[in-house]
Nanobody
Framework: QVQLVESGGGLVQAGGSLRLSCAASVSIFNFNSMGWYRQAPGKERELLAT???????KYEDSVKGRFTISRDSAKNTVYLQMNSLKPEDTAVYYC???????????WGQGTQVTVSS
């Protein structure tokens, strides 16, 4: 059974940093890509960053240069390093994995990030 578990959220002041972790119950190479999304109250879920099986990374413009996605295959974990946080980054952050075998999407339960001004 595939499970993704996020951790690392919390309350931080504007300008601060947080590192989110997404631990997978299977090898992360089972996923064609893994990514981080967020959803703020009253808004749609938005894609922030992805890392492909081949390690290519992509970023949404609003986080480019501030957020970094990375992975540790030995720990089956994907990270999102978030720097220079802004109040508008406040949201629930979700990890996603798209399985290589069948294209199914898997989601974590989400972790709350709150940035105070």
């Amino acid at each position: 059974q595939v499970q993704l578990v996020e951790s690392g959220g919390g309350l931080v002041q504007a300008g601060g940093s947080l590192r989110l972790s997404c631990a997978a119950s299977v090898s992360i190479f089972n996923f064609n890509s893994m990514g981080w999304y967020r959803q703020a109250p009253g808004k749609e879920r938005e894609l922030l960053a992805t890392i492909a099986r081949g390690a290519t990374t992509k970023y949404e413009d609003s986080v480019k240069g501030r957020f970094t996605i990375s992975r540790d295959s030995a720990k089956n974990t994907v990270y999102l390093q978030m720097n220079s946080l802004k109040p508008e980054d406040t949201a629930v952050y979700y990890c996603n994995g798209r399985r290589y075998l069948d294209g199914n999407d898997y989601w974590g339960q989400g972790t709350q990030v709150t940035v105070s001004s």
